[in-house]
Nanobody
Framework: VQLVESGGGLVQPGGSLRLSCAAS????????MSWVRQAPGKGREGVAA???????EYVDSVKGRFTVSRDNAKKTLYLQMNDLNTEDTGMYYC?????????????????????WGQGTQVTVS
């Protein structure tokens, strides 16, 4: 199993970025997946999850600004980030679970995900 993120960079407040996570070694459509952010000096925090065939969820701080989606044919997970602010700065990781559906209690728990990419840096300044 391999996850490779891309699309990070430096952006001004109010700007947009689209992160991508290319998956190999498993069928992406059968796995719960998440975007996890680690801000400087802080722990990892799940910010967006796609769970089961179509359930999506977001932490309050990104609701209305971030959109998670996946293209099963391309085996790619995306995170569209709009109206970025300085608090969105951090390393963004793509994570996949062995479980197809984690449910509301577990989809933002970091230990629920067994596979991780190397991360892509997002800096809003």
């Amino acid at each position: 199993v391999q996850l490779v993120e891309s699309g990070g960079g430096l952006v001004q407040p109010g700007g947009s970025l689209r992160l991508s996570c290319a998956a190999s070694g498993f069928t992406l459509s059968y796995n719960a997946m998440s975007w996890v952010r680690q801000a400087p000096g802080k722990g990892r925090e799940g910010v967006a999850a796609i769970d089961g065939p179509r359930d999506t969820e977001y932490v309050d701080s990104v609701k209305g600004r971030f959109t998670v989606s996946r293209d099963n044919a391309k085996k790619t997970l995306y995170l569209q980030m709009n109206d970025l602010n300085t608090e969105d700065t951090g390393m963004y990781y793509c994570a996949a679970s062995d479980t197809g559906f984690l449910g509301i209690l577990f989809r933002f728990l970091v230990p629920a995900y067994q596979y991780w990419g190397q991360g892509t840096q997002v800096t809003v300044s």
